[in-house]
């Protein structure tokens, strides 16, 4: 016999390399012809033929340890049934793995104190067992949290890395803005692009909600596959749970033929649910088990479907508030809320509102074909001074509206208030400074200079020499006032 029974003789090493090689031949040749398998293993390259005999290795070494404890698979069903129903409930109560551990470790010491203090011998079994218990769990959860902590901090390290690149540029894809509050958008899509986490995009309407999905889909690893839209408070209730799950022939009246939903277009790439808090409440409940189970019914069918579809969704409302009122259900909030991204409204990145402006003007200017035009020194700080209700939309409305009207003129602040269709006397209540402009005439071309100084003019004197409201009823500052005075030589008293 060998002097130390627990290792192999050379002849026995040996016969273990090639049963190992051997198996792993078969095991590569599993992978490549059984169809549960093939399919995710088909664009697999030589790596995973490393990784698959290290795997071995590590394995054969532990089976090799005499100490290893070999539990028959059936008496841990009841451990990981328990961890699996804890991390469920905690999923959709909003805990991480983190928070799970964390209250699985205050468990323990709890445990230990309480034992310290009660020696009752009845009781010792029990909370023996208890403490076990507890261990196990602490481990599972320590290790999904340490798994998920190295793998974030891995991606926020590349993807903060590659947005800094961009965070002195005016914008990111179509994104445009240098703020701080835009950085901290940038920030936030980065750690979100390569991977599927859920993200709750929140803001007003009108600050670009729906351009933030699409670049998150963009710069996504699923860019090569569709990006499904759906805005779930334009479509009547009785149509939404069609547009999303899809039907099948003779579902409902008028269900001629069967028709694919948001989901299934979506399949591979991503569906943003804009607008998601107009869902009806018992389409929520179908949505959360939707998301749940990764899987859908089309209207009228009973086959399952399978689903691969990241889901990226917006709100204008407060969706807590919505769950205290009992319009949202608080479990669809916690399934939908893993990654919110505020996303500020105009008023608070009043950097980013000038370099937006020439942005739509370059862009509807070539859509429209009109002559070029650019923004007057008064026009840009008219701009600054709005509050901007209606945020992004509204500016470039304004925009598109002032281009028109311009037809290649430089637009002033004056041009900017003018609103299409109004009669000359709601125009003039808005800026009394047009009162005595000279009347139109197609004939004759009407110098910048002329206009701009009848109107300096014409505000002076109906503010009975308040500069400062004439200043404003013309959209400029009370300096700018006082130099296009002096350029066109009107006395001031």
């Known amino acids: ?222 860019k090569k596959k569709p990006f499904i839209t759906l805005n779930c408070g334009a479509i009547p209730k009785d149509l939404i749970e069609s547009e ?21 277009l979506a399949s591979g790439g991503t569906l943003f649910l804009d607008e998601i808090g107009e869902l009806p409440l018992d389409l929520q409940t179908k949505l959360l088990r939707v998301l749940q189970n990764r899987e859908i019914e089309r209207i009228g069918g009973s086959d399952k479907i399978k689903l691969d579809v990241r889901i990226l969704t917006a709100t204008n409302k407060d969706l807590k508030k919505e769950v205290d009122d009992g319009t949202f259900r608080l479990d669809l909030y916690y399934r939908i809320n893993v990654f919110p991204i505020h996303v500020p409204p105009l008023r608070d990145r009043k950097e980013d509102i000038i370099p937006l402006a020439i942005h739509f003007l370059e862009v509807y200017t070539e859509q429209y074909g009109t002559p070029e035009t650019q923004l007057t020194s008064d026009a840009q700080a008219y701009l600054l001074k709005q509050l901007w209700e209606g945020n992004i939309r509204e ?20 041009l900017m208030q003018l609103k299409p269709g109004e009669k000359d006397s709601l125009m003039l209540r808005a800026n009394p400074s047009l009162a005595e402009l000279p009347a139109p005439d197609d004939n004759v071309i009407i110098p910048l200079d002329d206009l701009e100084k009848e109107a300096l003019k014409k505000a002076y004197r109906l503010t009975n020499g308040n500069i400062q409201r004439a200043a404003k009823s013309l959209g400029i500052s009370r300096t700018t006032f006082y130099n296009k005075a002096t350029k066109y030589g009107i006395e001031l008293n």
């Open 1 to 222: 016999m060998p002097d130390n029974p627990e290792k192999p003789s050379v002849e026995k090493a040996d016969l273990l390399d090639l049963k190992n090689n051997q198996f792993l031949d078969v095991w590569e040749n599993e992978r490549a012809t059984n169809t549960q398998f093939s399919d995710h293993f088909a664009t697999a390259d030589a790596e995973i033929n490393t990784l698959s005999k290290d795997l071995l290795s590590r394995l054969m070494g532990a089976v090799a340890n005499p100490n290893l404890p070999t539990p028959a698979p059936k008496e841990l069903d009841p451990i990981f049934a328990i961890w699996h129903n804890v991390r469920e409930a905690h999923f959709q109560n909003g805990f991480t793995a983190k928070d799970t551990a964390m209250l699985i470790f205050s468990l323990k010491s709890s445990l230990l104190k309480f034992t310290e203090s009660n020696t009752d011998e009845a009781d010792e079994e029990s909370m023996q067992r208890l403490s076990t218990l507890v261990d196990l769990l602490g481990l599972l959860a320590f290790e999904i949290y340490s798994a998920e902590k190295e793998q974030l901090i891995g991606q926020q390290n590349q993807q903060i890395s590659y947005l800094q690149e961009k965070r002195s540029a005016e914008r990111f894809g179509n994104l445009i803005g240098q703020s701080d509050s835009m950085a901290s958008v940038y920030k936030a899509i980065g750690m979100v692009i390569n991977n599927d986490v859920t993200v709750l995009l929140e803001g007003e309407s009108g600050t670009g909600k729906d351009v933030i999905a699409n670049e998150i889909h963009k710069h996504s690893s699923r």
């Open 395 to 414: 500016l470039e409305n304004l925009i598109q509206r002032t281009i028109i009207m311009a037809n290649g003129q430089p637009i002033t602040a004056a």
């Open 244 to 264: 999303l799950f899809g039907h099948e022939k003779g579902a409902f009246t008028g269900a001629t033929e069967k028709r694919l939903g948001k989901f299934e």
